[in-house]
């Protein structure tokens, strides 16, 4: 019974042993290429790519636009737990992808630790831009590999281009647009940010500018990733193709003109006039003093002093409230106007020739004194009253009449006030000697009677 086993299990070893064996010859004949040394592969490393990488380009966040870029692999090397792998070849897969493979006969399948190196190539508008590239594989991530070569004979290790570090950013550049205070781009002040480009596609186009009231649009600037403004100078123009590398611009505005600023005013002028009283008992403007005070305020009048004159408090107006100043429809200007009068002291008071015990009165504006037009203060100080100099004309003609000669042909002549007295007296007596005669005929009347 035992003789018969121990074949048996010669047999099935030998059918086991033969199997890798066969598999092995099968990928060699179907994967090597022309340059392989014609060494059957037990133990392998196969390093490739998918080929492709998807760039999405944004706007403000919002995808624009989704390219498929070409990607390869080259100059590859490894390391396999501590031993330097060189001689990497490609070869061509039935599928017709490419990969480069390295054999490795004389190691163990259950290899540790392969630290990878090669060079990443990304084809970009018919323009080829590299990049290093170094991953580390340990143990589990070996066996994955294994476990994705067909016939586990060796470690497919698949390179994903998105996982490639800095790829992406050497194939793609952001462009920004800014503004500073003065206008907006594209109807906002917010910037324009496009993301993701790839370098030699066709530059974005610039936003519309608008300037805002009182200014004028003054060029893009570069600028840095905030929009700060990097250059003294605007561009002549912006690029056609997205260049290599981040660019931003900043929109500059220029001020064309100043809005005027209305500002409430809190002071206004005002005026204090001072009218002196002449000889014929009107006043005239002596002086003028222009001040100003807060709005709303309360001022008085400083009282000066003039020789020969007394301050005559009755007719003045030496306070008031200061209001804003406007124009009036005659030209000038209302305001505030506090008026100060001043009489002559009575040493030198005029004499009225119809009332000489009576001084003239300021007071009254109709007493018909010779104010010879001057300025009537209760009218102000600004109007002249003609019928005062109608009336004093009036009175100096009856005055002239009266002339010297005259007087001295009538100097025992009766003044009307006593002229009029005697012909009272007069009167009386006749009447009583009128009455004593009636009384007298009526007597003797009755005594013929009787």
């Not at 596609?201 to 403004?229: C, H, I, L, Q, R």
């Not at 193709?241 to 931003?248: D, Q, R």
């Not at 305020?297 to 003045?316: F, L, M, P």
């Not at 002339?403 to 025992?412: M, S, V, Y």
Request: hydrophobic content about 35%; aromatic content about 8%; charged content about 15%.
């Amino acid at each position: 019974m035992k003789k018969r086993i121990l074949p048996l299990i010669l047999t099935v070893m030998m059918l086991f042993g033969l199997i890798p064996m066969a598999s092995a010859v099968s990928v060699d004949e179907q994967s090597v290429d022309e340059q392989s040394v014609g060494v059957p592969t037990y133990t392998h490393l196969d390093v490739g790519v998918d080929g492709t990488l998807t760039v999405v380009s944004k706007c403000n966040g919002e995808a624009i636009d989704s390219q498929e870029v070409s990607v390869k692999i080259s100059d590859v090397s490894a390391t396999v737990d501590g031993y330097a792998v060189d001689d990497f070849y490609m070869i061509t897969n039935p599928d017709g992808t490419q990969q480069w493979r390295s054999d490795l006969v004389w190691l163990d399948p259950n290899i540790n630790t392969v630290d990878l190196t090669c060079t990443v190539t990304a084809e970009v508008n018919g323009q080829e831009i590299s990049v290093p590239y170094t991953r580390h594989f340990n143990h589990l991530d070996l066996w994955h590999a294994l476990y994705a070569c067909p016939l586990h004979t060796g470690y497919d290790i698949g390179i994903v281009p998105a996982d490639v570090d800095g790829l992406y950013d050497s194939i793609t550049a952001d462009v920004g647009f800014f503004t500073e205070d003065g206008g907006t781009i594209n109807g906002d002040s917010a910037p324009v940010l496009y993301e993701d480009l790839l370098i030699g596609s066709s530059f974005p186009e610039a936003p519309t500018t608008a300037p805002d009231t009182y200014y004028a649009f003054d060029g893009w600037y570069t600028a840095d990733a905030e929009g700060n403004a990097t250059s003294d100078e605007a561009v002549a123009s912006l690029p056609e193709v997205v260049p290599a590398g981040n660019t931003n611009y900043v929109a500059k505005w220029e001020k064309v003109s100043t809005p005027v600023t209305p500002v409430t005013p809190t002071a206004a002028a005002y005026q204090v006039e001072y009218y002196l009283q002449q000889e014929n008992g009107g006043y005239a403007l002596a002086d003028t003093v222009t001040a100003s005070a807060k709005l709303g305020s309360t001022v008085n009048a400083e009282i000066k002093s003039y020789d020969g004159y007394t301050y005559n408090a009755g007719v003045s107006v030496v306070s008031g409230e200061v209001v804003m100043p406007a124009a009036n429809d005659k030209g000038g200007v209302d305001m505030l106007t506090l008026k100060v009068y001043y009489d002559l002291e009575k040493k030198n008071q005029p004499v009225n020739p119809s009332k000489p015990d009576q001084p003239a009165d300021p007071s009254n504006p109709n007493q018909p004194a010779d104010n010879g037009g001057a300025t009537n203060p209760a009218n102000g100080g600004n109007t002249t009253n003609a019928n005062n100099t109608s009336a004093t004309t009036g009175n100096n003609a009856a005055a002239g009449a009266n002339t010297a000669a005259g007087d001295k042909a009538n100097n025992n002549a009766v003044s009307p006030k006593t002229a009029d007295s005697s012909m009272l007296y007069v009167s009386i007596a006749l009447f009583a000697a009128a009455a004593s005669g009636l009384v007298v005929l009526v007597l003797k009347r009755k005594s013929s009677a009787r």
